[in-house]
């Protein structure tokens, strides 16, 4: 009778997040709730705990990022991207998803890569590169920034007191590792992806669309960063200067204020760090803070925090209540081969479309299984497998602004444009992550 409850409940959990993320939007967090709503009051269950560290993070780096792009900083980097990129077009399934994946970096979401993505399918085309091998592995680059980047709500949550903070394990530490392993991993992509599909000038669809003069030159906009918002620059400097400060003070806790011999937490370091940057960004790029709130940035950034509200919530509540059942049931399967925890990471993550959340969810479950903490900060890339599934919001517009054709969805669904690249990224990177912790931890 108890392993049917349990099973039931399951099935009510994988349920809402199913309908959760059919809804989009900020209904994943809302059927978590509903979740949280059922096993509490239908099935008796203690609820889990908040992930409210988190959520203040999510919401103190989307406000610094939120201001940055009232401030004209956003378009002022992507300028001196687009320069950069038209520069060198002939390496542009090299460098474009270098390009995205140092702005997620910078940033802390991958939303920042929309507007890259049609200055990278238009290079793409008139240098006769098909778009489609750019544009996958540009856009599989932004969400593999967010694992790694200083100012993510995931690596905040996985580094966080009740997670891998706990355990030695820092923001050097994190950066050590995934920025290697994520540079190489979007190399290797590159070079595979730059062989893959017919050349342009051989793609059927292409050829349809040339003839039906749907590819007719359009006039560029001008991209000169010169003519910006004047004050856009100091704005990203404000913004780099938050960054500077969250790495120095994670790297040198003695940097820190102490309470009882106890360096303050990252979490709180962020979290005030952050928004004060917010209102040094509005102070010095002359911002209307009302901007701030109707830009996409803030509006992303608001969505994962609900969505992580519920869904988290419900993942800690189901897990607490059944800790010794799901315990025993794979007891010293993922201690004694702890790569295989990258397998529920990738799968709930496909579910949850956000690594924070399902970092929130699992991390926990990891170390209580007895996964070695070196080996969860091996496997964080795995976070990123959202992409499994067309339909996240970066893989849609990577598909509509190639005029192309040529990225695209396939019969199956599954076999779409960013399937390769994702699985190469995530597989490279957690191998080179592995190397990287046996040889110098």
């Known amino acids: 009778m108890a392993t049917i409850l349990i099973i039931l409940q399951l099935l009510i959990v994988l349920a809402m997040i199913f309908i959760g993320a059919k809804v989009g939007g900020i209904g994943l967090g809302i059927y978590g709730m509903v979740g949280v709503f059922i096993l509490v009051f239908v099935f008796g269950l203690e609820p889990g705990s908040i992930p409210i560290d988190v959520m203040l993070i999510i919401v103190s780096v989307i406000t610094a990022s939120s201001a940055l792009q009232a401030a004209g900083g956003m378009d002022y980097m992507v300028n001196l991207a687009v320069r950069f990129l038209k520069k060198h077009p002939s390496r542009i399934t090299f460098l474009a998803p270098l390009v995205t994946w140092l702005f997620t970096h910078m940033t802390g979401t991958a939303h920042t890569c929309y507007a890259l993505l049609p200055i990278i399918s238009e290079i793409a085309r008139k240098e006769k590169v098909r778009p489609e091998r750019p544009l996958s592995i540009a856009t599989i680059a932004a969400s593999l920034g967010c694992t790694g980047s200083p100012v993510s709500a995931a690596t905040a949550a996985i580094i966080s007191e009740e997670m891998l903070g706990a355990k030695g394990i820092g923001l050097m530490d994190v950066m050590m590792v995934t920025v290697p392993a994520s540079i190489m991993a979007i190399l290797v992509a590159s070079l595979v992806q730059n062989y893959v599909g017919k050349p342009l000038e051989k793609d059927p669809e292409y050829q349809r669309r040339l003839k039906e003069g749907y590819l007719a030159d359009e006039a560029e906009e001008d991209m000169d960063p010169q003519h910006a918002n004047p004050h856009a620059r100091w704005a990203v400097l404000a913004f780099l200067l938050g960054e500077v400060l969250v790495l120095l003070f994670g790297i ?88 295989l925890f990258a397998v529920p990471l990738f799968v709930f993550s496909i579910m949850l479309f956000s690594q924070a959340a399902t970092a929130k969810m699992l991390y926990p479950v990891g170390l209580a299984m007895g996964v070695p903490p070196l080996m969860l900060l091996v496997v964080f890339p795995a976070l990123n497998g959202y992409f499994f599934l067309p339909n996240y919001p970066t893989e849609v517009a990577a598909i509509g602004f190639d005029r192309t054709g040529s990225t695209r969805i396939g019969k199956y669904v599954i076999n779409h444009s960013f399937q390769l690249s994702g699985f190469i990224t995530t597989i490279v990177s957690i191998a080179v992550g592995y190397l990287i912790v046996t040889l110098f931890y």
């Open 252 to 339: 040198f806790p003695t940097l820190r204020p102490s309470f009882d011999g106890v360096p303050l937490n990252m979490s709180s370091i962020i979290e005030m760090v952050m928004m004060s940057v917010a209102a040094l960004i509005l102070l010095v790029g002359k911002a209307d803070v009302r901007q701030a709130m109707q830009g996409n940035v803030f509006a992303s950034g608001m969505n994962a925090m609900v969505s992580i509200f519920g869904v988290a919530w419900m993942g800690s509540t189901f897990f607490k209540g059944h800790n010794a059942a799901i315990l025993g049931s794979v007891e010293g399967t993922f201690e004694a081969y702890p790569l």
